[in-house]
């Protein structure tokens, strides 16, 4: 028979190790970052960017951004940003990016301070 002991440090638990792990769980909450999200944006970056939703399979939504001009390097920074800033996934296709979820109406103000001059809905 266990001791009252053992029960107090999860011995009889089989979820209690899991609470520990709960912090290296990648947030749900956006993380704006100064050096991702400047409060005044550089004078260099694209001229024109167009952001549209896409329906993938099951009727899940993503974000599509496209004319970014970017080499595939700078891609994946901005798409790295983009998943803290929105707190979401995402991959880099060819010369666009794919956010999983809706995030056309936050998503702009994102794209100008990171430089871009025109952000079109499409």
Same mark, same amino acid.
Do not use: I, Y
């Given at each position: 028979?266990?001791?009252?002991? $053992?029960?107090?440090?999860?011995? @009889?638990?089989? /979820?209690?190790? !899991?609470?520990? !792990?709960? $912090?290296? =769980?990648?947030?749900?909450? *956006?993380? %704006?970052?100064?050096?991702?999200? *400047?409060?005044?944006?550089?004078?260099?970056? *694209? +001229?024109?960017?167009?952001?549209?939703? +896409?329906?993938?399979?099951?009727? +899940? $939504? /993503?974000? #599509?951004? +496209?004319? &970014?001009? =970017?080499?595939?390097?700078? !891609?994946? #920074?901005?798409?790295?940003?983009?998943?803290?800033?929105?707190?979401?996934?995402?991959?880099?296709?060819?010369?666009? %990016?794919? &956010?999983?979820?809706? @995030?056309?109406?936050? =998503?702009? $103000? &994102? %794209? =100008?301070?990171?430089? #871009?001059?025109?952000? &079109?809905?499409?």
């Amino acid at each position: 028979m266990a001791s009252n002991d $053992d029960k107090s440090k999860g011995f @009889h638990q089989p /979820f209690a190790r !899991l609470g520990g !792990l709960r $912090d290296a =769980l990648p947030s749900t909450k *956006p993380e %704006l970052r100064p050096e991702d999200f *400047p409060t005044t944006p550089p004078d260099q970056g *694209p +001229e024109r960017v167009t952001v549209r939703r +896409e329906s993938g399979k099951g009727g +899940e $939504d /993503f974000t #599509v951004v +496209e004319g &970014l001009g =970017l080499p595939a390097a700078e !891609l994946q #920074v901005w798409l790295q940003a983009f998943q803290r800033g929105l707190a979401c996934s995402g991959t880099v296709e060819g010369e666009r %990016l794919r &956010l999983r979820g809706d @995030h056309r109406f936050s =998503l702009p $103000d &994102l %794209l =100008l301070r990171r430089g #871009v001059k025109r952000v &079109l809905q499409g």
